[in-house]
């Protein structure tokens, strides 16, 4: 069997740096070029909290990859504000057009122009705004859409098990996660019998500059060890991977 693999970027600031807005991260991407085979949708931040990513990219960035918007819809001090004033002057503040978008707290996109929005995360409830429970793996029209739903959630039993609760921090299964977490994920992955695998991470993942326990938990070195393990587990199969941005899945699955 045939299976679409596509991956993508959050680019925003580090966490570890707020509220100061640092993109050492942003500024680590090339490592993602010394991965093969893979095209890398990049969600570029737009929010008034963030101002600057979208002024950068202006230039020609990196080949085989698909720039999409990363919405946050947030007032200039970082909190959230999901009033339609604030969605509607949020994207308008766009300076680049995209096909895609990934929606921060995974909010949906129907107000911007994007054609695939890649935000739902099937059965988690990040939020009342962002409530993915009754949402299944498949992809479907909503919002006038084309909605891809990402593989991801959050390690929910070892974070209220051996952690504790940590002031309402919350840690994900992104492929940049430890492969001792993420290894079970991936062999979940292959059990569900999913034509494609769409996931994400955040930029500061890629140099672990993030704040508490987790800075233990991400790295580059685990994106391309899980990787490695995702192309084995493939072969182990017998599927062969198709890489595509989220755009050419978005064409592949409603062709
Ligand atoms: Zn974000």
Redesign the pocket.
């Known amino acids: 069997m045939k299976i679409y693999v596509a991956l993508g970027v959050?680019c925003?600031p580090d966490r570890d740096r707020l509220p100061s807005l640092c993109f050492k991260g942003v500024e680590s991407l090339h490592k993602l070029f010394s991965i093969e085979n893979v095209r890398w949708t990049l969600?570029y931040?737009l929010d008034k909290e963030v101002n600057v990513c979208s002024t950068e990219i202006k230039t020609p960035f990196y080949p085989k990859t698909e720039i999409a918007c990363?919405i946050?819809y947030c007032k200039p001090d970082g909190s959230q504000d999901f009033s339609d004033k604030n969605i509607d002057e949020t994207i308008k503040m766009g300076v680049f057009s995209y096909d895609t978008v990934h929606v921060?707290?995974c909010y949906n996109s129907q107000h911007s122009e994007a054609l695939n929005d890649y935000s739902p995360l099937p059965g988690c409830r990040i939020s009342q705004n962002c409530d993915w429970i009754g949402w299944g793996l498949r992809h479907q029209n909503r919002y006038g859409k084309r909605m891809i739903p990402t593989y991801t959630a959050p390690f929910t039993w070892f974070y209220r098990r051996i952690l504790g609760k940590q002031s309402g921090n919350r840690f994900m299964l992104h492929p940049t996660v430890s492969p001792l977490l993420y290894r079970p994920f991936i062999r979940s992955w292959f059990k569900s019998g999913l034509d494609y695998f769409v996931t994400y991470f955040?930029a500061d993942e890629l140099i672990s500059a993030l704040p508490d326990y987790r800075k233990h938990l991400y790295s580059f070195k685990n994106l391309k060890s899980n990787i490695k393990y995702f192309k084995s587990m493939a072969k182990k199969y017998g599927h062969d991977i198709e890489w595509v941005t989220i755009r050419e899945l978005g064409e592949v699955l409603w062709k």
Do not use: A, M, Q
């Open positions: 959050d925003d969600n931040r990363h946050h921060g707290w955040h």
